[in-house]
């Protein structure tokens, strides 16, 4: 299966995206990575016009410290974010959940503004990022703006950019040694997760928690933070976790399995995170 | 020493690994120069009537050369089942045309031609179907109340019905009787190449067709029938096959059409199958609904077994209709038990219609019964594997019937589960087991045990003979010509081993060739694992007659006596016994006069393979998801002529158990649209959800053909299915569970696991 | 549009059409069939190149975003009539069956030794989490592998493409 015909444009800065997304129009769209877009392209699911290949873009990659924050330009790659050494010492939960995306020929080629900007309710680093309670920084024809992102992902492959915007950064507080979990349920290890939970320790002592495909959106799990802001145990907060969320029924999981899995996976996640127990993994303790 | 039963890597690999193979869609032949690309308009509802199909902007979408509706098939006859005994009435169109029903998601409505393979998606987007929706037939129990009738001609979705119910008082005498109805999934062969064909027409009125088979003289057979040619006008061609399955026994409609539609538009015409398509389009596997009853004492003795199938055919009845005569054939299985029942009633359905699988049959069988061992041994509280002995058919190597009527070579069932018990360390296993019971982790061990024969080397249309041709030619080197149709097997390897071992000529410098029916008219393709035990039975038979039409030759040529010339391996030819330098190769005979063989063996009957697996699965109870974390198997099939391709066809086939046992499943929805038609989609089973197999050796021979070698290719897939889904059943057996339906997906576990804490039976 | 890459040491320049996959240009427009389309989805790995140094799943790649770039297929690993350590492993184990997956499944385990030199079993099947292959239930796959480590640092790596081969 091959895409619909589309104009191509290279660029090579930020500036140059901009003023080609301003001349395009609504139907144009950024290719970074291609690792999101390309394939509903080949199912015709996205028949965009133009394509803006934005990664020739040198000035979004990056993985830095500025301030308390972790600055992280948008083109990085997933594989770029795994291996760096700054956000394996800054912010360990995401190259953690970096290597957890897809394969690893998907992680050469995946970008963290791509998978951020495709909006997709199961996809693994924009929950990262939600339990991190990252900002995303976006550019458009009237410079650049910040927006939580926590009022970014609105619907289902749907974000709170505009036309002519293209993210540009995101930013997350620097977790440091502070403890994380990631629990990805999966049925094959390299599939899309039926759920995920995320769950970190942020430095303003509050533990940030989020779920991956229990809604339309990947998901802050409120009413989870809001137990443990209380003091409740691990247990109490983690049977929070389905409260608030909208489920999906599909063929790996329906509403009742998916809330279950969202209440365990949310369990072993903040026990990690709280250095209860080790991560699991599909890896054999078997004699 | 003997080149056989040693590990000789293959002839094909050094082309497959540094230049690739060269499939269909790899072809550069010049008779595809200036080719053309199909590209199919494929239905996207199940069941409903064509109300209109508008192709008029396509017609005009660049590079179109053309395109063909049901209006433009002119004379060309719907294709009939291939089983005679079938209505016509099922017969399937080539295109579905207006105010006719189209039976599938995938049936065929239009199909565009275009200069080049991009434009012909564009194209084929542009053409318009309307269909007005009739309500879907999802499965056999929907199939079965005629509620809704596929095809209104025939008067019922009732396809054939095989066997008699069971008398009334069959479980009479019986203290313990357990009854279940069982699910064996509907699954997709998903060989890595999709379908694909070309063709060109010859200034000569014949015509090419290179695609991608198990067996190019029966496909050349069906194509030239269902268009109504000469078969002498067509030059059927199989290239490199990249895997089959059994979903490429057989031609498909649509390699016949492209052989069409080349003559139609007066172009070569290629085309290649999306994977998309392939999900929807290509013969699926298994789809058996089937109740098991099983009656015993309680101290472990089986005494009467019955199996009822209901088989999902699919839209279009194809070769899926006979197969449950085989898992009939195979019911009884290893056990003794006095009193066998099976039958099996077959149905269309609006899905993808029905082929081989990978066991084709057989792994139903296997599964049903080893399901009801399963049952029957909870049931009374014994150890499975105690069970399975108890009602072992004993050590036998003389033909011996079984209660469900195959006739079975040799076996000794036991010994294969004393092995792969003792290789497992099964005591052990139960041990840990208990203690992590008795603990009550989170993640409990489920060890599962099956034991299995089946059926090989039975007549699929070819009886049980093959034919091979061998020539040795003057500069010394030989070529095999065989009608089987390897696609990863390596007979170009197995088969130069058995001229080898005869001849003393390198393998290296041995060649063969299959697929081609103008050069091999005649052959079986490879499929139902017969390829060895008669096609290599063929090349080792041919081997032995050409050293002795050498023989009289060299007699002649020497002055010798024939019967004074032994075999010089070290010299690829003949010598004069106790006179070693005195002696003719049989390149030198080459060089005199052609030196070439052309035979058939038959064998007197199929041949049945054996073995044990051991499955060991860890559970997390609270997820439910089970992972594989050991699989050791005993497969007996009896000699082994290539140890190293052996165990890659267990290999093969274990996954392809497992991944039917834990991940696999073609769904639809209500409606009849496909759940799983891509690879994303489609849990194929991957190499982290496996383990690496413990294979463990014993090879019992068989009589039924000169190596004493059974079928390899499928044995793995039927030992492993059930040992894996066993397994996920035992892992949490001490909450309450008896059975979890394949595939045991994490949701299956976990809900079996709720219901039984609940107190209901699952 | 006009694309240049280096493919197998050899300096190609095409005009392809905005939205030609990878996949379809090496084996189109440059012949180079090894590399096969076994699925539509990113899934399969079938289509599994090296573009400058790491694989990718040439299928979910335009030819136009390769620009600039060296590409390996598996026609460009054998040096000198010599199979790479990869290769000469997958024949050794019988790591390939029908072969249709073996073109990627080779480049797949090239990046995971050139990422892990020595893995072991668990992590051969991580590192080709992106591979699928129907024949062999992946058991010589790994053993080839884990073979193929043991030539040391040659087996994850690619020819240096610096020569440029005429055509």
Redesign the interface.
Same mark, same amino acid.
């Given at each position: 299966m091959i895409p619909s015909q589309f104009d191509y444009v290279r660029v090579s800065t930020v500036d140059e995206a901009v003023a080609a997304l301003a001349e395009h129009g609504e139907d144009a769209k950024i290719l970074a990575g291609g690792h999101s877009l390309l394939p509903i392209m080949k199912l015709r699911l996205a028949v965009p016009t133009v394509l803006i290949d934005i990664s020739g873009a040198q000035e979004l990659n990056y993985v830095r410290v500025d301030g308390d924050q972790v600055a992280i330009g948008a083109g990085t790659r997933h594989h770029d974010l795994e291996k760096s050494e700054v956000a394996q010492a800054e912010v360990p939960l995401l190259p953690h959940v970096a290597s957890r995306v897809g394969d690893p020929q998907v992680r050469h080629r995946g970008t963290l503004g791509g998978t951020v900007a495709h909006c997709d309710p199961a996809s693994d680093l924009p929950t990262a990022l939600l339990a991190l309670g990252a900002t995303v920084v976006v550019a458009g024809p009237n410079g650049r703006r910040e927006i939580p992102i926590t009022a970014f992902f609105l619907g289902f492959f749907e974000t709170a950019m505009e036309e002519g915007e293209l993210i540009v950064e995101l930013r997350v507080p620097r977790t440091g040694s502070a403890g994380w979990g990631y629990e990805k349920f999966t049925r094959r290890e390299n599939d899309w997760p039926i759920v995920a939970a995320a769950a970190v320790h942020l430095p303003d002592g509050s533990v940030g928690v989020a779920l991956a495909n229990m809604g339309g959106v990947v998901l802050r799990a409120e009413a989870v933070e809001a137990a443990l802001a209380e003091g409740k145990s691990i247990e109490e907060a983690a049977a929070l976790a389905a409260e608030g969320t909208s489920p999906s029924s599909d063929m790996h999981a329906d509403v009742e399995y998916r809330s279950h899995l969202a209440r365990l996976l949310t369990q072993r996640a903040l026990k990690v995170a709280a250095g209860e127990t080790e991560a699991s993994t599909a890896e054999s303790t078997a004699a | 020493m003997s080149i056989l039963g040693t590990r000789v890597v293959r002839t094909e690999d050094p082309l497959f690994l540094t230049r690739g193979a060269v499939y269909t869609d790899d072809l550069t032949d010049p008779r595809l120069a200036g080719a053309v690309h199909a590209t199919f308009v494929r239905s996207t509802v199940a069941h409903g009537t064509v109300t209109s199909v508008d192709t008029s902007a396509a017609a005009e979408a660049p590079g179109v050369v053309g395109v063909y509706t049901a209006a433009e098939l002119g004379d060309l006859p719907p294709v009939a089942p291939p089983l005679p005994f079938l209505d016509a009435g099922f017969s399937r169109p080539w295109l579905v045309g207006v105010g006719e029903r189209v039976h599938f998601v995938g049936d065929l409505v239009a199909v565009v031609l275009t200069e080049e393979r991009y434009q012909g998606e564009d194209a084929a987007e542009m053409v318009v179907v309307d269909i007005d929706p009739l309500p879907a037939v999802v499965g056999t129990a929907a199939a079965k109340t005629d509620g809704t009738i596929l095809f209104p001609a025939v008067g019922t979705n009732k396809v054939a019905a095989f066997g008699e119910p069971a008398p009334e008082d069959f479980f009479a005498d019986c203290e313990v009787v357990v009854r279940r109805e069982i699910v064996n999934q509907r699954v997709a062969a998903a060989p890595l190449e999709t379908r694909a064909a070309s063709a060109a027409w010859g200034e000569d009125g014949r015509v090419t067709i290179w695609c991608t088979n198990q067996g190019a003289q029966q496909a050349k057979g069906q194509i030239a029938g269902w268009l109504g040619l000469d078969p002498a006008l067509v030059h059927l061609i199989t290239p490199d096959v990249g895997g089959g399955f059994g979903a490429k026994i057989g031609a498909d409609q649509e390699y016949a059409f492209v052989a069409w539609l080349a003559q139609q538009s007066g172009r070569p015409v290629r085309w290649t199958e999306s994977r998309s398509e392939n999900m929807t389009g290509m013969l699926q596997g298994r789809a058996q609904d089937q109740v098991v009853t099983i009656g015993g004492s309680r101290d472990g003795r089986v005494q009467a077994y019955s199996l009822e199938v209901s088989q999902d055919c699919g839209a279009y009845p194809r070769i899926g209709t006979v197969l449950p005569t085989l898992t009939m054939l195979m019911a009884a299985a290893v056990y003794d038990i006095p009193k066998v029942h099976a039958q099996a009633t077959c149905y269309v359905t609006n899905g993808t219609s029905i082929g081989a699988y990978r066991g084709a049959g057989r792994p139903e069988a296997t599964a049903a019964v080893e399901r009801a061992m399963d049952l029957f041994a909870a049931e009374i509280g014994m150890d499975p594997a105690d069970v399975r002995r108890k009602n072992f058919i004993p050590t036998f190597t003389e033909p011996t019937q079984t209660s469900s009527g195959a006739t079975y070579d040799s076996g000794d069932y036991e010994a294969a589960l004393d092995r792969v018990l003792q290789a497992a360390g099964y005591d052990e296993l139960r041990a840990e087991q208990a203690r992590r019971r008795e603990r009550g982790d989170t993640r409990q061990l489920g060890i599962g045990v099956s034991a299995y024969v089946e059926i090989t080397g039975a007549d699929s249309g070819h009886g049980t003979s093959e034919n091979a041709e061998l020539e040795v030619h003057a500069d010394g080197t030989a070529t095999v010509l065989t009608g089987t149709s390897p696609h990863g097997q390596g007979h170009a390897t197995t088969w130069a081993m058995l001229a080898s071992e005869q001849l003393g000529i390198p393998v290296e410098k041995i060649t063969v060739l299959h697929g081609d029916t103008d050069r091999i008219p005649d052959g079986g393709g490879t499929m139902g694992s017969r390829s060895l035990q008669q096609g290599g039975a063929a090349v080792h038979q041919a081997a032995v007659e050409l050293v002795e039409v050498a023989r009289k030759r060299a007699a002649e040529l020497l002055e010798a006596n024939p019967d004074d010339l032994e075999v010089d391996l070290a010299n690829a030819g003949l010598s004069v016994k106790g006179t070693p330098g005195v002696g003719v190769t049989w390149a030198q005979l080459a060089a005199d006069e052609q030196l070439i063989v052309q035979t058939t063996f038959t064998a007197n009957a199929p041949t049945f393979p054996f073995g044990a697996h051991v499955a060991v699965v860890e559970t997390d109870v609270e997820s439910g998801k089970a992972v594989v974390t050991r699989l050791v198997t005993v497969d007996d099939a009896g000699t082994i002529i290539n140890p190293l391709l052996a165990e890659g066809q267990r290999h093969g086939g274990i996954a392809q158990g497992v991944g039917q046992a834990l991940l696999e499943e073609i769904l639809y929805d209500e409606d009849g649209n496909p759940q799983t038609s891509t690879f994303a989609d489609y849990p194929f089973v991957s190499a982290t959800e496996l383990p690496s197999f413990e294979l463990v050796e014993m090879a019992t021979p068989t009589p039924m053909n000169p190596l004493g070698a059974k079928g390899i290719g499928e044995a793995g897939t039927i030992g492993s299915t059930p040992a894996v889904q066993s397994a996920v059943v035992d892992s949490v057996a001490h909450l309450g569970v008896r059975h979890v339906d394949m595939p045991a997906t994490s949701m299956r576990v976990w809900r079996a696991i709720q219901e039984a804490q609940k107190g209901s039976t699952n | 549009?006009q694309v240049s890459m280096t493919v197998n040491g050899q300096q190609r320049t095409d005009e392809v059409?905005?939205?030609?996959?990878l996949a379809?240009h090496l084996?189109?427009n440059l012949?180079l069939?090894?590399?096969?389309i076994?699925? +539509?989805?990113?899934?399969?790995?079938?289509c599994?190149v090296i573009v400058d140094g790491? @694989?990718?799943?040439s299928?979910? =790649?335009?030819a136009?975003?390769a620009?600039g770039s060296e590409v390996t297929t598996?026609?460009g690993?054998?040096t000198d009539g010599e199979?790479h350590p990869v290769?000469a492993a997958?024949?050794?184990e019988?790591g390939?069956?029908?072969?249709?997956?073996?073109?990627g499944m080779?480049m797949?385990s090239i990046?995971?030794l050139a990422?892990n030199p020595n893995p072991t +079993?668990?992590e051969?099947?991580?590192?080709?989490?992106?591979?699928?292959?129907?024949? @062999?239930?992946?058991?010589?796959? =790994?053993?080839a592998v884990l073979k193929a480590a043991e030539a040391g640092p040659a087996a994850g790596q690619v020819p240096s493409s610096q020569q440029e081969v005429s055509a």
């Open positions: - | - | 549009m059409e905005p939205r030609m996959l379809h084996r189109d012949g069939t090894a590399t096969n076994g699925c +539509d989805s990113t899934s399969c790995g079938a599994t790491l @694989t990718v799943k299928c979910t =790649v335009l136009l975003q620009e598996l026609e690993l054998s199979m290769q997958f024949r050794s019988h390939l069956q029908c072969g249709f997956c073996t073109s080779v797949a990046g995971v990422d +079993d668990r051969v099947r991580e590192g080709l989490e992106g591979n699928l292959c129907r024949c @062999t239930g992946y058991h010589n796959i =790994v053993q």
